[in-house]
């Protein structure tokens, strides 16, 4: 079973930029697909961005498109999301998933972004 934690969070001013991380272990990290989805305060869960297993395809949801990027390097077992052009609407708790049958997820970070 793998195991997830992330890093990276913080406090940003808005147009700026930030670099979560997720270090995976305890599994066959590169037969993952791996994602990056986020929660705000009284809001439900929701999907941010994808990485096949090999690295190759990727798919962002519409609110981040053009300013998030989703990478991993399976040498690492680590996942990435580059966030650059931050607004204070992508203030939330940033978790990340792997998937293989079922889901697993890290313990999550907090990113704020300030007006």
């Known amino acids: 079973q793998v195991q997830l934690v992330e890093s990276g969070g913080g406090l940003v001013q808005a147009g700026g930029s930030l670099r979560l991380s997720c270090a995976a272990s305890?599994?066959?990290?590169?037969?993952?697909?791996m994602g990056w989805f986020r929660q705000a305060p009284g809001k439900d869960r929701e999907f941010v961005a994808r990485?096949?297993?090999?690295?190759?395809?990727?798919y962002n949801a519409d609110s981040v498109k053009g300013r998030f990027t989703i990478s991993r390097d399976n040498a690492k077992n680590t996942v990435y999301l580059q966030m650059n052009s931050l607004k204070p609407e992508d203030t939330a708790v940033y978790y990340c998933?792997?998937?293989?049958?079922?889901?697993?997820w890290g313990q999550g970070t907090q990113v704020t972004v300030s007006s």
């Open positions: 998933n792997a998937q293989r049958g079922k889901d697993y």
């Open positions: 990485i096949s297993w090999s690295g190759v395809t990727t």
């Open positions: 305890g599994g066959t990290f590169s037969s993952y697909a």
